[in-house]
């Protein structure tokens, strides 16, 4: 299956399960990949025939910075459902989000999730 990749986008939100997270917010990190064939926009070179990735990152964008959900599950949720449904081409999608700053008493880079969406 083909693929484009959309690495490292990073949206400052509100999400989270503790309220400092929600008063103060904090930086996110997300990567998409999009499962489609590329085989007709290879040929025609097209924008038609493929995915707008400026588009699917305004969709990312808007869910992020966003009214603010508890869990990095419900966001990555919307952001699969978000994209699986504006963009038909697409087959399925791969969302990873991390949060660089989780509030974790410790030293650790980030804390994240991955989900696989499909049609």
Not at 87 to 93: E, I, N, Q, S, T
Request: glycine content about 6%; hydrophobic content about 40%; proline content about 5%.
């Amino acid at each position: 299956m083909d693929s484009i990749i959309l690495r490292n986008m990073t949206f400052y939100g509100y999400h989270g399960a503790f309220p400092e997270e929600k008063a103060i917010g904090q930086r996110f990190s997300v990567s998409l990949t999009l499962y489609l064939d590329l085989r007709e926009a290879g040929a025609s070179d097209r924008l038609a025939d493929t995915v707008n990735y400026a588009k699917v990152y305004e969709d990312v964008k808007r869910i992020l910075e966003g009214p603010a959900y508890n869990l990095l599950e419900r966001v990555a949720e919307r952001v699969a459902e978000e994209v699986l449904t504006r963009h038909p081409r697409l087959c399925g999608v791969r969302v990873a989000i991390e949060k660089p700053s989780a509030p974790i008493p410790g030293a650790l880079e980030s804390v994240g999730i991955v989900i696989e969406r499909w049609r």
